[in-house]
């Protein structure tokens, strides 16, 4: 047989005997099955659904033996990874169709079955060859597929409206049957309808025979058995079920046109958890369940919720990684090295080797630019291709120089004629006109290639374009990104791939936009090495962190931890409106007038003067700074300077120990103005940040006369001091960090573009970088979450914009208490008198100092104190606000001129 039992064998043979006694064979029926599964009611098992098994099965006509093994690159590649993150925990039950070319007979169905369910713990769902391709072909792919990409609100480009009128008007045969999702409704067939409810019941049935009880999870996969859940809900009252699609969800206006729009949304909400690639399909489907069942949503602890039929289906967003580890073992593969300089042969028009060394002296080597794609209108295929064709007409020096490697992948049904036509007629047309006896601009390639192939592939090529219209899960940049050689990741994908916005290395453009797309091109291709390499491996480093065992894990994980209750009273919950209020008769504080106020103080010499800059969005540049002119901030926010930040941060994206700002450097002028106050007798300046001591350190180490407070004034570095203190008493209670830690981590783990940022006394949980939409919902439940468990601790919990911060209550009032001593002395008897305090701070986290320092300056006779917020409105009405960090670094200039000239000129 060679194989091993259960789901860990590799691969195995069984022997038909097509003679076998017909009554026998069924005598197994589905107790056969189970016996060979060796079910246990008390052991925990996970049922995964799908329309198809990830088994290759193969038929010897000679022998008439049946030969299995695992298809690794199942369920959109990553059938090899659920394998491996869940056999460990779990006993898995595949349930699907056995995909054959060769159909398996009625004779050898039950041992068939029950050899499946022995050694693959795999159970076939065995349907008519009619049936399947009525379903599939028919249902499938000719309504839902285009429906739920939303094939018919491409916007119009008028230099390319033939070819995208030509890709919107087929089906999967070739026909123009179908030019919009819309025009469905008119084209509508019932009789598939039926097909595909069928189906899923012939699949409903399966499941309940292999269903153990409550100890049970079921996983349904994708758009295929979207009727399954409710099937299934109607028999197993309280069992824990859930489906994640890999396709988008359409826009509620699209959805609508489907006759049998209420059937499949009512099944879907059966689930218990439903999993979305992005959050933009999670809120389409929220919008039509508002618009369609008047259903609304609400969120708890992180989650999305809608109740429906008296219980709750809990909706999660997260999107799936890859198995690195599949892939690291193979890039050293001699097998891949030979693969590679086959490639390297092809593209050069190398005859032999003989022939490769003596170009290779004479001729750079040609450079690749490589695309894996279905042979599918949603792909953009002809994008792609017009868009190199405009490369090389715009760009010269690319040819003879750059090759496009497309890789189209054959769809198990009928191909898409008219699109394969254009396609070839694109291709023709560029490598008549620019291709020369040893240069094929375009090598095109249809076929389905091998881990090995697409390695090598990989390992070739300088950089990935893919154009697709319309995207679902796609995992082909992430297997790029992994085996490309160091520097060579480099990533053009249109802003509708799945998986673009979880890739801080890609360049997204739009694929209708030919033009973008070529100097994109043109653009990754020119890229310096290193900082790609920096980029590479920012999001290399992120892949390896989230890896699909890790997302199957975490997906089971939710699912167990459900409650499904087998009866439940219905209740309605909406959504609330909250008023918004405006702040008036706002205080401007004016530069010009802070300088000569100043001026006048030192004069004097009979006041002491303090200033408390903030570092974030007042010394440092925010991310909303208009003003670009600073040469230093065109880097901060940089993408190598980010990739650097990932890159040493040594956590994933979800758990990232870095600053949210990406930056440690202040302008030279601004900290040059900062040394020469600080310099000045009876002035204290001090810094206020949420940085840690070492990026403050970096930032300041020459610039001793300067006061710090790292992490929002947990920690001190005293003006003319080496030395840093903590400000509050050594028996505070820290304990609740570790509470909140596990509770953020989940949230991150919910919200796509969110990481959690610690430091020594207090949390940071990062959001900004996730949907805004989503990310607000999750932050506000997030505070609420943290405010009711953490009520017995000392500590706060503040939100702002794209962020949420948790630390010590008192922490603002122990901060300033440590600044007073340091500059008017710890006598009180001989405390020095302050006479002019100035404050400049941005966001909620300084909210609170600003108020403590406000009125601990006035109750010391200070005659004139401003407390101002930068960028943000003022909190109280006696403060004042300035508009950006420009006018910020503006004042420091002129304050530092205050000292040394007897009259101050206006910049």
Not at 103 to 131: G, I, K, M, W
Not at 564 to 593: C, F, I, T, W
Request: charged residues 25%; glycine residues 6%.
């Amino acid at each position: 047989m060679g194989s091993r039992s259960k789901s860990g064998g590799e691969s195995g043979t069984f022997e038909s005997d097509d003679g076998l006694n017909s009554a026998f064979c069924h005598s197994f029926s589905m107790n056969g099955v189970n016996e060979a599964l060796e079910m246990d009611p008390n052991e925990g098992s996970l049922i995964i659904v799908l329309y198809r098994l990830p088994i290759i099965a193969t038929r010897n006509a000679n022998t008439h033996t049946w030969t299995f093994k695992w298809d690794d690159d199942a369920i959109y590649l990553t059938s090899d990874g659920i394998r491996k993150a869940l056999n460990a925990n779990r006993r898995v039950i595949w349930v699907g169709i056995l995909s054959t070319i060769e159909e398996v007979v009625e004779s050898e169905r039950d041992n068939v079955s029950q050899y499946l369910a022995q050694h693959f713990s795999c159970v076939p769902v065995f349907l008519p060859r009619e049936t399947l391709i009525r379903f599939y072909s028919g249902f499938c792919k000719r309504i839902l597929w285009p429906l739920f990409h939303m094939m018919s609100s491409e916007p119009a480009d008028s230099t390319k409206v033939s070819t995208k009128e030509r890709i919107l008007s087929q089906s999967e045969d070739g026909s123009t049957q179908y030019p919009a999702a819309s025009a469905n409704v008119h084209q509508f067939d019932r009789s598939l309808w039926q097909t595909y409810t069928v189906v899923n019941r012939k699949f409903s049935d399966v499941v309940v025979s292999v269903y153990q009880g409550e100890s049970t999870l079921i996983w349904i996969h994708d758009y295929h058995l979207l009727l399954l859940p409710m099937q299934l809900r109607r028999r197993l009252t309280g069992a824990k079920i859930g489906l994640y699609l890999h396709t988008p969800w359409p826009s509620s206006e699209l959805y609508r046109t489907l006759p049998v729009r209420d059937e499949l949304l009512r099944s879907v909400l059966s689930v218990t958890l439903l999993g979305f690639n992005l959050f933009d399909y999670a809120r389409h489907f929220l919008s039509c369940c508002v618009r369609l069942l008047d259903l609304e949503h609400f969120m708890k602890n992180g989650n999305i919720l809608i109740e429906y039929a008296g219980r709750r289906a809990v909706i999660r967003v997260s999107h799936i990684g890859i198995d690195p580890e599949r892939f690291s073992s193979c890039i050293e593969s001699q097998t891949v090295k030979k693969e590679v300089h086959r490639l390297l042969n092809v593209v050069n028009g190398y005859r032999s080797d003989s022939d490769r060394r003596r170009k290779k002296e004479s001729v750079e080597p040609v450079r690749i630019v490589c695309g894996i794609d279905d042979i599918d209108a949603t792909k953009g295929l002809p994008f792609k291709l017009l868009a190199f064709e405009q490369l090389l007409i715009n760009l010269p020096q690319y040819r003879e120089h750059l090759v496009l490697y497309q890789v189209a992948i054959p769809r198990d049904v009928p191909t898409l004629q008219k699109l394969r036509e254009e396609t070839y007629d694109i291709i023709e047309r560029i490598n008549e006109e620019f291709g020369t006896e040893s240069y094929t601009p375009v090598i095109f390639v249809e076929q389905r290639l091998s881990l090995v192939e697409r390695v090598a592939l990989y390992q070739a090529s300088d950089a990935m374009l893919l154009t697709p219209i319309r995207d679902g899960l796609n995992l082909i940049p992430y297997e790029f990104l992994i085996a490309a050689r160091p520097g060579k990741g480099r990533l053009v994908l249109s802003e509708n791939t799945g998986c673009s916005r979880a890739l801080f290395s890609a360049i997204r453009v739009n694929p209708w936009n030919s033009q973008e797309i070529m100097y994109s091109l043109d653009m990754a291709l020119c890229e310096d090495e290193q900082q790609a390499a920096e980029e590479q491996a920012a999001d290399v480093h992120n892949l390896k962190s989230n890896t699909i065992a890790k997302w199957a894990r975490s997906f089971v994980s939710d699912l167990e931890s459900i409650e499904e209750p087998k009866m439940r009273h219905r209740v309605a919950l909406g959504l609330g409106s909250q008023g918004m209020g405006e702040l008036a008769d706002l205080n401007y504080l004016d530069p010009m007038n802070i300088a000569q106020k100043v001026q006048g103080l030192l004069a004097n010499e009979a006041n002491e003067l303090l200033f408390v800059f903030g570092y974030e969005g007042v010394l440092l540049k925010s991310r909303g700074t208009s003003s670009t002119s600073d040469e230093n901030f065109g880097s901060f926010f940089s993408k190598a300077g980010r990739s650097k930040a990932l890159e040493s941060a040594g956590s994933s994206a979800l758990h990232h120990h870095v600053h949210s700002s990406w930056a440690t450097r202040i302008s030279e002028r601004t900290l040059n103005s900062l040394n020469v106050l600080s310099k000045q007798k009876h002035c204290h300046v001090f810094i206020l940040s949420s940085h840690t001591i070492d990026q403050l350190e970096k930032v300041f180490d020459e610039s001793r006369q300067i006061g710090l407070l790292a992490e929002n004034g947990f920690y001190m570095r005293a003006p003319g001091s080496d030395t840093w203190q903590g400000v509050t008493p050594s028996e505070t209670d820290l304990s609740w960090i570790d509470v909140a830690r596990e509770i953020i981590n989940g949230y991150c783990e919910r919200t796509d573009g969110s990481y959690l940022e610690e430091t020594h006394a207090g949390l940071v949980w990062h959001f900004q970088d996730a949907d805004p939409t989503f990310g607000s919902w999750q932050a506000k439940e997030l505070h609420d979450h943290l405010e009711s468990v953490l009520g017995v601790f000392d500590v706060e919990v503040v939100q702002g914009e794209g962020w949420l911060l948790v630390r010590l209550k008192d922490l603002a009032k122990l901060a300033l208490e440590a600044i007073w001593l340091r500059a008017l002395g710890e006598d009180k008897k001989r405390r020095k008198r302050l006479g002019f305090a100035l404050a400049c701070c941005s966001g909620r986290a300084d909210e609170s100092f600003l108020s403590v320092l406000e009125n601990r300056a006035l109750k010391s006779g200070a005659s004139d104190v401003f407390p101002c917020c930068v960028e943000v409105p003022p909190f109280l009405s006696s403060q004042f606000y300035m508009r950006s960090s420009a006018e910020v670094e503006d004042l420091l200039l002129l304050l530092s001129q205050s000292s040394s000239v007897s009259t101050l000129h206006v910049l």
